[in-house]
């Protein structure tokens, strides 16, 4: 069976100040720039090829797939269900915080005008029920972000309810998944 690569997106500042970024359109910094160009050389000198790179709308993980894209000549595709998770009311205020690390225990919960994580779920499993189809003659790069990370890491790997609100890879990480 095929497989697929998936890429978290630069750093932005919203990261550096250690906000929750979500739905909202954070640009990277210079330092997000050079880790998506620094990515993009490693998948050359790894010898990662892959037939697309498929990225999410949002600027951040767009200009990340960019410059993979123009390093290794892969094509590269916005497609709109990597986007990341709406955190509604809890976009801009501190990762860390108590009161949000107890919302996400709820995975049915829509923050106040955001997305459940059932809803994130049921968008990305679909987009990879779809990929796996294809996954014998096609391999994927994803460039998307944090919370997209958690949701392919459950598709592929049984996870707790805490090992899921856990989970997270740093900016520009490569993590690489087999359909079987």
Known sequence: MGCLYFVRHGETVWN?????CGATDVELTERGHQQAIETGQKIV????????ILYSPLIRAAETANHIAEITGI?????PRLKEQ?????EGTPRDGEEFKKAKEDFCCRYDGGES?????????????????????????????????RV?????????????????????????????
């Open 117 to 149: 994580m059932l809803q994130l779920a049921q968008r990305v499993y679909n987009l990879l029920d779809e990929l796996r189809a294809e996954s014998e003659s096609t391999t994927y790069i994803l460039v998307a972000h944090n919370g997209i990370s």
């Open 45 to 52: 000198a790894e010898g990662i090829r892959a037939d697309r």
């Open 86 to 90: 709406n955190f509604g009311k809890w």
């Open 16 to 20: 550096v100040e250690n906000k929750i």
């Open 75 to 79: 094509p590269a595709q916005m497609e």
């Open 152 to 180: 392919i890491h459950s598709y592929f790997q049984d996870m707790t309810n805490q090992e899921y609100a856990a989970f997270g890879i740093p900016n520009c990480a490569i993590l690489r998944y087999e359909f079987v």
